[in-house]
């Protein structure tokens, strides 16, 4: 199926996080079918994108066509998000994120959200994990601004009360990037602080 345009862009996020992975990847089309569950095309700026999540659950991608090393038309992996096993938190259909890394050529068009929107549709509830970098505290942010008109919710998990942020007449709190501050959801990884919070994103 057709994905409708779920960011507007172009967005750049400067990340402190390098990941050792190795991004010019080009699976088949026939390997992909075969290992992943099909979940649409997003077509942005004249490029059409691929959406993937396998079929153990253990690792979504998004691909576009591209040109391998020798020649042959492919699927080039721009994205990847690896899951590691579930929070424990309680959420639906969970998929705990583990890392997510976009190719360096493709990072301005925001297909990690886009990822992350597709599988709130399908009705997963991705969670993050327990550190997050600048990269993705940005990514977090940016879709909670989206949230209400893109029709999906994201919601904290403390796991120090083991309970959701809630707001003052005690409803479990809607994050929308401007009802907390940072230092309220994120420690600073760099002071060695205890990370205690989760985002969960589902649909509305």
């Known amino acids: 199926m057709k994905v409708q345009e779920l960011f507007e862009g172009p967005y750049h996020i400067d990340s402190d996080f390098r990941p050792h992975i190795k991004m010019d990847n080009y699976p088949s089309l026939e390997g992909l079918n075969r290992e992943c569950e099909f979940l649409g095309t997003l ?11 396998s079929k153990g659950k253990h690792y979504a991608q998004v691909t576009t066509e591209g040109i391998d090393d020798i020649g042959q038309v492919r699927q080039l992996s ?67 601004k989206e949230s209400e008109t893109r029709n999906y919710v994201i919601r904290i998990w403390d796991d120090s009360q083991e309970d959701w942020f809630r707001d003052n007449s005690g409803n479990v709190l809607k994050y929308n990037a401007a009802n907390l501050d940072d230092e309220s959801i994120w420690q600073d ?16």
């Open 43 to 53: 077509t942005k700026e004249t490029a059409e994108f691929n959406m993937w999540l």
């Open 78 to 144: 721009v994205v990847k998000l690896t899951f590691q096993k579930p929070s424990g938190i309680p959420v639906k259909n969970e998929l705990h994120a583990h890392t997510v890394y976009t190719h360096e050529a493709y990072r301005a068009r925001f297909l990690a959200g886009a990822l992350y929107v597709l599988l709130a549709r399908y009705g997963y509830t991705v969670v993050s994990d327990f550190e997050q970098w600048n990269g993705g505290k940005a990514l977090w942010k940016k879709m909670a």
């Open 189 to 204: 990884i760099a002071k060695n602080a205890q990370p205690t919070t989760l985002m969960a994103l589902s649909a509305a």
